[in-house]
């Protein structure tokens, strides 16, 4: 595999396991960083601004993904060619929890990437288990059946504010969209990075195309946290004009603009959109090295 033979070239006396985990959490943490970079993002902190948050600058979510990467790496030698079982699931599940607590060191109490600790953890993971087989269906599928499997060890309710959104609104948020085999990474953040490259568009066009993407049929548990079924309309029906056009078009980025200043103005943040874009850009960059 070529992936094995570029690992084992750069790190010759490591052994495959955590070869494995440290390329993987190298790429997490690259997903991660790239998603921060990646601008105009509607209502999303990226190098322009804050976005709809006070609390947080784009240096932060910098510093909050370098911190994450040691506990990406703990998940993926954790799952390194281990099949799903309830022993797995606790151990990620606790690794998890760690990792959220250094990321909250490192930021000073500022919850920046705890719901992508959850989606990328989990495709980290699951990337470990098979690593010869890397497509992203294939992860996803893996992901799926650990995310089903009960955490005995994780509280009964945190209290966050997804999970309020959650039972308020009835939608699925960041477990439901992993125990459903992050279709909206598998069926939109991938196929459209894909897509726009393979019609011209650049880099940039093609990754803030796979977010539009995801925020058009999303229900974000952090925007409706905030603004209530009237603002994810908003993020919906707005994302779906400037998709409409395409990033690589003046009209679609015109849209996009648009789509900007009106998730400002309610000051609502799609970022479970930008954490299932993060996992779109993992899993695109490893099935293609």
Known sequence: MEMAIRMSTAL???????QCAAWLAGQV??????????????????PRHRGAHDDMHWQLLCRSAQALRPGFEAMAVAGYRQPASIALRERIGALGREAE????????????????IWALGLLAVAAAQVPDDLAPASIAARACLLARIPDGAAPACTDHPGERACRRYGVGGARGQAQAGFPHVVEAG????RNTRANGGSEHA???DALLAIMATLDDTCVLSRGGPDAL???QAGARRALAHGCATLPGRREL???DRELLARRVSPGGAADLLAASLLLDRISRS
């Open 206 to 208: 093609a990754r803030l």
């Open 101 to 116: 607590a250094a990321m909250l060191t490192a930021t000073g109490g500022v919850n920046t990437h705890r719901g992508a």
């Open 257 to 259: 603009r648009r789509l």
């Open 190 to 193: 991938v196929p459209t990075l």
């Open 29 to 46: 943490t690259g997903a991660l960083i790239d998603e921060v970079m990646l601008a105009p993002k509607p209502g999303l902190v990226d």
């Open 233 to 235: 309309e908003a993020m």
């Open 12 to 18: 010759p006396r490591q052994n495959a396991k955590v």
